[in-house]
């Protein structure tokens, strides 16, 4: 089986830097996945990592390190609108996807 | 333009009483998945499909079923629906390819009485 963690709550401050954790185990692994969430509304992709290493995106960068079965999302520079929930998805062989419960991050002026 | 669609947004219904979900899309993807979002759960995989007449369990498959029958289609139906299986349900397409992001649809909100 699988299983994700990350922490439920965080809270930042507009134009800070925040940095979102998940932890995993999983039985064979196909890679990482970042989706913000907007209360009410449907997931968005964030960011997807396969390696080790950092991939940058604008002001959202994500790292994987496979060996310890660890991620982070890092949100620079914050803004308002980045208020949301920030889900980690791990994608075993075969295609099945599980989800971590989301982290919802408050973004205070 | 590129979507994920589902019909209905909304539905109450009563126990027992036989429902589906559509999903379809127009981006040509291979893969399609059902997911249900529960507070303090998550978005759990219900089925997936990697493509035609292609489906597999995901986490909470029971009391689900699905058919891929054509590439664009993707229905969940829950054949006699009970109150634990009110949720939000998301359907969600991709490639299959390595770096495929999911696209989800908007959502629909089931109430079982």
């Given at each position: 089986g699988q299983n994700i963690d990350q922490p439920t709550e965080m809270t930042a401050t507009e134009g800070a830097i925040v940095q979102i954790n998940c932890t995993y185990q999983t039985s064979g692994f196909n890679g990482l996945f970042w989706y913000q969430q907007h209360a009410g509304e449907a997931p968005t992709f964030l960011s997807y990592n396969v390696l080790d290493g950092l991939e940058e995106k604008g002001r959202f960068s994500s790292f994987l390190s496979r060996s310890k079965g660890y991620s982070y999302l890092l949100?620079?520079?914050?803004?308002?609108?980045?208020?949301?929930?920030?889900?980690?998805?791990?994608?075993?062989?075969?295609?099945?996807?599980?989800?971590?419960?989301?982290?919802?991050?408050l973004v205070k002026p | 333009e590129a979507q994920v669609t589902q019909n209905p947004r909304y539905l109450i219904t009563v126990t027992g009483?036989?429902?589906?979900?559509?999903?379809?899309?127009?981006?040509?993807?291979?893969?399609?998945?059902?997911?249900?979002?529960?507070?303090?759960?998550?978005?759990?995989?219900?089925?997936?499909?990697?493509?035609?007449?292609?489906?597999?369990?995901?986490?909470?498959?029971?009391?689900?079923?699905?058919?891929?029958?054509?590439?664009?289609?993707?229905?969940?139906?829950?054949?006699?629906?009970?109150?634990?299986?009110?949720?939000?349900?998301?359907?969600?397409?991709?490639?299959?390819?390595?770096?495929?992001?999911?696209?989800?649809?908007?959502?629909?909100?089931?109430?079982?009485?």
């Open positions: 949100l620079k520079e914050l803004q308002m609108k980045d208020s949301a929930s920030y889900l980690c998805a791990v994608r075993a062989a075969g295609n099945k996807l599980t989800f971590g419960g989301g982290t919802r991050v | 009483k036989k429902l589906t979900v559509t999903c379809s899309q127009n981006m040509n993807h291979e893969y399609m998945s059902w997911y249900r979002q529960d507070p303090g759960l998550g978005l759990r995989q219900i089925y997936y499909s990697m493509n035609v007449e292609v489906t597999d369990k995901g986490d909470v498959p029971e009391g689900y079923k699905v058919s891929r029958k054509e590439k664009r289609n993707f229905p969940l139906i829950l054949e006699s629906p009970s109150p634990n299986q009110t949720s939000l349900y998301f359907c969600a397409s991709s490639l299959v390819r390595e770096a495929g992001e999911q696209y989800f649809g908007p959502g629909t909100r089931l109430t079982v009485t």
